[in-house]
Structures are given as C-alpha cells and as structure tokens.
C-alpha cells in the first residue's frame, strides 16, 4: 500500500501562484508514476500532470493541454514527494486536486485531495 498526503491548497486570486505538495510513504517501490489530478464542481476527475519518479528510465512528464505552459510537476526521489507548482492561476482552475501513484499511467493509489480556490 502506498498513503499520499497532499498539501498547500487554498485561495489565491486569479493570476497568483500555488505550489501543492504530496508527500508518499508506504510501499514505494511498487509504483513508478506519480501525479495530479483534479475534480471540479459537477465535473469528472481529469489528469493534471504525471512524472515518472525513482529509477525509471525513458519515462517523461505529461501535461493536460490546460496545464502547459502554466503548471510544472517535480519530483524529489529522495523524500518521496511530487509538487505541482501551479502560475497564472483561472477561476477554471478551481478544483479538488488529488495526489496519485501507480505504474505505467495506471494510477491505483489516491490521497483526500487539497481545494484550490481561483478568485476572480
């Protein structure tokens, strides 16, 4: 089992910054993707963001078209962690983000989410 913790949701105004962390801890050898998703009001869960993380080779980051350009996942290996450094915020933007690992895309793991918040 892995357990993920998301953190750093709030409010911001549009155009603002928010950088959202998600610590993993559990049986972290068993995954080899990690990522965000989010889910807004009435709407369907949709990805985000995912990088491959620990020694996996050839693997690469993958993007939303919403979130090019303006959102940019890392991961440290080493704290097994991912972060999403989210710029130039939308009231679109607004959603329940989630945490997620699995293998090769297959997300089987999921934290309780963090609101994001995009004033107008």
């Known amino acids: 089992q892995v357990q993920l913790v998301e953190s750093g949701g709030g409010l911001v105004r549009a155009g603002g910054s928010l950088r959202l962390s998600c610590a993993a801890s559990g049986s972290i050898f068993s995954v080899n993707t990690m990522g965000w998703y989010r889910q807004a009001p009435g709407k369907q869960r949709e990805l985000v963001a995912t990088?491959?993380?620990?020694?996996?080779?050839?693997?690469?980051?993958n993007y939303a078209d919403s979130a090019k350009g303006r959102f940019t996942i890392s991961v440290d290996n080493a704290k097994n962690a991912v972060y999403l450094q989210m710029n130039g915020l939308k009231p679109e933007d607004t959603a329940v983000y989630y945490c997620a690992a699995g293998r090769f895309g297959a997300m089987d793991y999921w934290g309780k989410g963090t609101l994001v918040t995009v004033s107008s």
């Open positions: 990088s491959p993380i620990g020694a996996i080779i050839g693997g690469s980051t």
